[in-house]
């Protein structure tokens, strides 16, 4: 099997210098993306027999560092992470077969892609410290250079350089965790780091230090800043990567230290953990609900549900640490259950507001509108998607949401009261991000394929073509598939969860009607698939007895609006006007959101002005004085350039002998 | 012979809170127009709306999609299904276990989250400041709702419904609770925001000062009307419903019980609809609606009764 995860690997890797080779001919991107769904299909295929048989297998190549190699393994973990970014990768790859053909400077995609999506399964797959930090590195830098396609735009540069920044200091985290790790011995293989033991205090720092590398690629606050700038500036297939797929990759790293390598961790790191989460959740779902561009939505969104994929982490943890192996068999796969949940409607919405930005070449919510009518297949779709990221039932966005609000009536079973008395309350904010979502979401569908179209890009319109349709399609059938009979993913995750927790959900695809059954019958049961069929069975009679005993009769005729119609699109409630009410009370203290009117002095013949003034306070009270100390201290230094050679020796004397005398007193 | 009893039970639930729904909004008005010092409709008046409405012709707004036009029907099943699911007379019946009460007020969430779709459809201010609204305050509503649920559900040690009645009516039962209590006032409150009551929303009117649920579905006419009209009345028959089983659990039958105790369990059940009915008419007869920006604080005491009856389970003990 590890072959066949190694050749797929491998395959995605050749095909960037096939790229290159091919570049300038007509069909080479249509080739490029065809021939990259194979292997993805592969490793889908790898990761589900590895689900199915529960074997591993490893292998070691001779390529990295001579007295290493290159390690790679397959697991439950990594089968299951396989899995999600190959779904994810064929997806996107198929809907790039039609993407790509509007991509003005293909060479700048194309050769970076599928190198993207064989450094995204090779961290993975990398069953040592060296190969998974130069595969993550890797994965970085290509998924940079992605960002970076369309580098003439001054906003696409600005967030290429915030990336950069941010995920060096990322692996630059994740370089000193696999030290600490890895200890004096310097034995990076992962089979080596698992048996060597280690303090707690270590524990704790690696646990922190992974926290920040794995958490700053995946989003969490505060490390999240890139990731709204850097994922819309994307092309929207890679952006659906990134959001997609590439935040799991981040968060299978932390799951592999955390869970697999560090061994014990005390329960403090759970709160850490939880809190993290919570503050994610909600602060990401707060700048969502107030962004007025399409793609910069769904990335506030993707930190949403990275941050409740990590409250579930951290109740998986408090669980783990507390002995208590079936709670956190729940909390994982809750957590688990969301990452696939997550992979799949988020690439579904990013490709959607790709279609959309390839049909009216805007992805501001102010210029668009009623795509319903242009686009009524990429509408119907996302509307699956806005359902599924919303988490309302039936679809799986609620089911993954479901199971986590189960794993936090767990919580009286802990033994610390901080942490039961934090976790409803965790709990509960979790509540309120996902109703957020809810509002946000209706925001960005009733904006963006509703109402009245707000430009004429958005009233002409034309639907885009069968590939990216096919893809959306696909991802579409996964959410509602997942979401009516969860039993079956739930399954697929069991041996994960033992993996990691030693213990699992009872087996789900027993119960009676696909039933799902978190602990116990008593405590609590849901079964989407018979709540859909007594909804779609009551609407549909309801239709058919309304039709027959009332009337059928039905007459078009102009919008009543309350008398007073307006033939303007503009008319219409906007970004802005459908914001301002979550912005006036959940804005003013996390965003200090304002808004001016500027009112002239009557008779006066200038326009009103009204403003909305917004902060993003991290950025400004955390990241700007950062950078400016950096610049200071930078220019201070500076002067060492300009020194006399004699300076410079009375510099390397001074340097000697201070490291002589602490050497001395050190000993 | 059990299935088909099961099933015959769970069918007269599902009919009977439809049949009810009207006649408890009727009942709501009457009271309301009696403490006016007005005659009041007749207390039948909805369900004459209903079939009025449901006869006439549907005017559909020019560039109506799909969704309108679908939405009515999608809204008034989960409406109907999930009032279904809240035991009325009696507990553990056949599909009580389909939903939990976390996925019953989601599936309300599923309702409004398509109303509100469907009130940007037409692309007009009316809808769009409704919709607006409707999830601002649904954005607070649900949380506090949720934390709610997690103390009842941390009380009875289950999310099912059927199972935290029995365990909250007992025997052994859960005494008093301080945290009930709050449970209690954070869920009242929740019911009147979600039902667009008086002081959040007056559903009398859909003009300038209510402009939320009503102007929501403002382009809706005909029967389309007719089944949101519906579904608001099974919501609000939802909440009775639910604060009756959850507060005043005494009468209702449990699985298994005669069919006398049936009787006995919807005979209480009407009285305590009436008896809800009867509070909500006065409590809104004498309250004057809040400012649209009130509300938010109005639902932030439900949020932190919620949260404070969920907090002080873990410290404080039963009388």
Known sequence: MIEAAAIATLGLFLLSPLAIALRGRASVSGLIYALSILPCLGLVGVGLMGLGDRHSSAMVLPVGLPWIGAHLRLDALTDFFLLVVGIGGAATSLYAIGYGRHEEEPGRVLPFYPGFLGAMALVVLADDAFTFLVAWEVMSLLSWALVMAHHREAEVRAAGLIYLIMAAFGTMALVLAFGLLAGSGGDYAFAAIRSLPRSMPVSIAVAFLVLVGAGSKAGVVPLHLWLPRAHPAAPSHVSALMSGVMTKVAIYAFLRVVFDLIGPLPWMVSPVLILTGVATAVLGIVNAAVADDMKKILAYSTIENVGVIFAAIGLAQAFRADDMPTAAALALSAALFHVFNHMAFKSLLFMSSGAVLTATGRRDLDGLGGLIRRMPVTSFLTLIGVVAISALPPLNGFASEWMVFQTVLQSPQLPQLGLEMLVPAAGGMLALAAALAAAAFVRFYGLGFLGRGRSAEASNAREVDRYMLAAMGGLAALCVLAGLVPALVLDRLAPVVEALTRSRLPVQSAEPWLTVVPVAVARSTYNPLLVCLFIAATASAAAWVVHRAGTRALRRAPAWDCGFPDPSPLTQYGAGSFAQPLRRVLGGVLLRAREEVEMPPPGATVPARHRVIQHDLIWEWAYLPLARGILKVATEANRLQFLTIRRYLAFVMGTLVSLLLVLSIWR | ?319
Request: with cysteine.
């Open chain 2, 1 to 319: 012979m059990a299935l088909i009893t099961g099933f015959a039970i769970q069918g007269l639930q599902m009919l009977l809170v439809l049949a009810l729904a009207p006649g408890l909004v009727g009942l709501v008005r009457r009271i309301k127009a009696r403490l006016m010092r007005r005659p009041g409709p007749p207390i039948r008046q909805p369900y004459r709306d209903l079939l009025r409405l449901m006869r006439k012709e549907v005017v559909l707004a020019e560039n109506a999609s799909w969704l309108f036009r679908a939405t009515p029907y999608l809204v008034f099943a989960a409406s109907w299904v999930a009032a279904a699911l809240v035991p009325t007379f009696a507990t553990g019946l056949q599909f009580s276990w389909t939903a939990d009460l976390i996925a019953i007020v989601a599936l309300l969430g599923s309702a409004r989250f398509f109303l509100a779709l469907a009130g940007m459809d037409v692309g007009t201010s009316f809808g769009g400041i409704g919709s607006s609204r409707e999830m601002m305050f649904a954005s607070m509503a649900e949380p506090a709702m949720l934390l709610t649920v997690f103390a009842l559900s941390l009380v009875a040690g289950s999310t099912q419904l059927s199972t935290v009645v029995q365990v909250l009516h007992g025997p052994p039962g859960v005494g008093l609770r301080v945290s009930l209590g709050m449970a209690l006032v954070s869920l009242v409150i929740v019911a009147i925001a979600e039902n667009g009551r008086i002081p959040v929303d007056n559903p009398a009117t859909h003009l300038e000062l209510t402009m939320v649920h009503e102007a929501m579905v403002l382009e809706y006419s005909g029967r389309h009307l007719a089944m949101i009209e519906l579904a608001a009345a099974l919501k609000l028959l939802l909440y009775v419903s639910l604060i009756a089983c959850l507060f005043v659990p005494w009468g209702i039958a449990r699985e298994g019980d005669p069919p006398v105790a049936l009787a006995l369990g919807i005979g209480t059940y009407l009285l305590k609809l009436a008896l809800g009915g009867a509070a909500l008419a006065v409590f809104e007869a004498s309250i004057a609606k809040m400012r649209v920006f009130r509300v938010p604080d109005y639902l932030g005491v439900a949020l932190m009764l919620g949260l404070l009856g969920t907090l002080l389970l873990f410290v404080s003990r039963a009388l």
